[in-house]
């Protein structure tokens, strides 16, 4: 009776599944964002309205193409993240230079919504920086920046 032979995958598949770098920074990345997202709870803002907002406020009014690689995001995403916030008034996209080019910036309103939500993204930092302590807290966010260099 001939011993039946394995699929070598069957064995490395799972842990390579778990060895994943798509897969655990997107964990991670979820995981973070429900973490911000319950500081800002109260404010209205979630955590990645909070990040489009934050870049607003340092870069003014900008081209949509720009805001997105900015957000290493594709415009597709970016409109639809956007599309909250002009709703509620906190963003305006209106018409560039160019007929095809559209500039996003923030409203009064968005100013306002960015200060008051300002202080739980701080006490957010904060505790996230206590629970992983200075030293991780800063390699990581050094390995994230230099991820994001080497890929793009």
């Known amino acids: ?4 032979k394995k699929h070598p995958k069957d064995h490395a598949a ?3 599944m778990y060895n994943c770098t798509a897969m655990n920074l997107r964990m991670a990345t979820r995981a973070v964002t429900q973490f911000y997202d319950g ?10 309205q909070f990040s489009l907002l934050a870049i607003l406020s340092v870069v003014g009014p900008i ?4 805001l997105a690689e900015r957000m290493v995001m594709d415009r597709t995403t970016l409109t639809r993240n956007l599309k909250p ?3 509620d008034g906190l963003v305006e996209i209106r018409p560039g230079e160019d007929r095809r080019a559209r500039l996003v910036a923030m409203t009064d309103a968005g100013r306002a919504a960015f200060e008051r939500a300002r202080p739980r993204w701080a ?4 505790a996230i920086r206590k629970r ?3 030293d991780d807290w800063q390699s990581l966010i050094a390995r994230l920046q ?3 260099a080497a890929i793009r």
């Open 39 to 48: 500081f800002l709870a109260e404010t209205g803002v979630s955590g990645p």
């Open 132 to 134: 992983l302590g200075d």
């Open 146 to 148: 230099s991820t994001v």
């Open 85 to 87: 916030l002009e709703r």
């Open 1 to 4: 009776m001939a011993r039946q």
């Open 63 to 66: 081209g949509m193409s720009r």
């Open 14 to 16: 799972p842990s390579a």
């Open 123 to 126: 006490a957010a930092q904060s």
